[in-house]
């Protein structure tokens, strides 16, 4: 009997999550920063920039950048890391991690590239003193398997930063969702020509867990100190976690 998990509010199988998002993302990719930018009224800036400063990372250490799409992080990163440090990016979606590739080209930094699953990390265990997720971890299909990857990928000592949007506080919460349900799917298809992948990532957000439970969930992946910050009232959280 094939599993089924939630796309948006659809139950779809497990198998079938994976070609979907995919679909979401190739059809956005060319407009995603853009769409970023109009979305948050540009605060997405600032919530990269306060998760890099939370990384503590410092030059010479070794980073990965998980479903790292366009790579503002994975550029930030490189220039913490400096020239005898290495950040790795890394994202199941060909037209994003390309999307990417190029703009740390055009940055000048020589920063690997890798189009890879982030249930099944192909990096050796104890490998990265960092590593980070910016509103990846909610379109992956089993997000436990995920943490517990990149938990192994880290070395004793180094830390998990997790972007994504997370529950806005109660009375924002009637104001948000005519938002994120009446005004965002518009922009999607004024901007993108796509109204139902702004629709799916709308109803992403609801579906992902809340701030409590996913500190649970890095908990049981192994993580310690684990802590998260709310940013604009909780319509995203950073969650910080340690291997030890």
């Not at 080209?105 to 099944?120: N, R, S």
Request: charged share 25%; glycine share 8%.
């Amino acid at each position: 009997m094939n599993k089924t998990t939630h796309f948006g509010y659809q139950q779809v199988d497990e198998s079938e999550k994976t070609r979907k998002v995919e679909g979401v993302f190739t059809s956005v990719a060319r407009r995603y920063d853009l769409m970023n930018d109009l979305m948050s009224g540009g605060l997405h800036r600032l919530w990269k920039k306060f998760t890099i400063e939370q990384s503590y990372v410092r030059p010479g250490e070794r980073v990965l950048d998980v479903a790292g799409g366009t790579a503002d992080l994975a550029r930030a990163f490189t220039r913490r890391v400096g020239p005898t440090g290495l950040v790795v990016l890394t994202d199941i979606n060909g037209a994003m991690l390309a999307i990417g590739r190029d703009r740390l080209i055009d940055a000048g930094t020589l920063a690997p590239a890798a189009q890879c699953d982030a249930e099944k990390l192909p990096f050796a265990a104890s490998s990265f003193d960092c590593v980070s997720a910016a509103f990846g971890l909610r379109n992956m299909t089993h997000k436990d398997a995920a943490l517990a990857e990149m938990f192994r990928v880290l070395r004793p000592g180094g830390r998990l930063l997790v972007l994504e949007f997370s529950q806005v506080w109660k009375p924002l919460k009637p104001l948000y969702d005519a938002y994120s349900f009446g005004v965002l799917p518009r922009i999607g298809q004024l901007v993108a020509k796509d109204a139902d992948s702004y629709r799916y990532l709308a109803e992403s957000i609801r579906m992902h867990p809340d701030q409590e439970t996913l500190k649970h969930m890095m908990a049981e992946a192994g993580f310690e100190r684990i802590e998260f910050f709310n940013l604009a009232a909780g319509v995203v959280a950073l969650h910080r976690g340690y291997r030890f």
